[in-house]
Nanobody, 119 residues
Framework: QVQVIESGGGLVQAGGSLRLSCVASVRAFENYAMGWFRQAPGKEREFVASILGKGVNKEYADSVKGRFTISRDNAKNTVYLQMNRLKAEDTGVYYC????????????WGQGTQVTVSS
């Protein structure tokens, strides 16, 4: 049973920073793509960022480019999302997901961690 566990959410003022972490209990973690999605109240879940196994290929939603950075530590089975210059519209539940090779809509998901940005 694969487990995906997020941590690091919380309450922060606009302009502040948070770092989310996600641990995935998969073997050969370096073969798995990792990603972050978020869901704001009353809205659909949306893509935030993704990173492939070797950590070179990264993608970001336009809304977070230049403010968020995704990275991974394959020795720790962990992916991070460094969020800087946070805005009220970044508020939501942040979900971590992983899939073998590339993210494809399936894969494994965590339970989410709440991020609240006060304006």
């Amino acid at each position: 049973q694969v487990q995906v566990i997020e941590s690091g959410g919380g309450l922060v003022q606009a302009g502040g920073s948070l770092r989310l972490s996600c641990v995935a209990s998969v073997r050969a973690f370096e073969n798995y793509a990792m990603g972050w999605f978020r869901q704001a109240p009353g809205k659909e879940r949306e893509f935030v960022a993704s990173i492939l196994g070797k950590g070179v290929n990264k993608e970001y939603a336009d809304s977070v480019k230049g403010r968020f950075t995704i990275s991974r530590d394959n020795a720790k089975n962990t992916v991070y999302l460094q969020m800087n210059r946070l805005k009220a519209e970044d508020t939501g539940v942040y979900y971590c997901t992983t899939a073998y090779g590339r993210l494809s809509g399936g894969g494994y998901w965590g339970q989410g961690t709440q991020v609240t940005v006060s304006s």
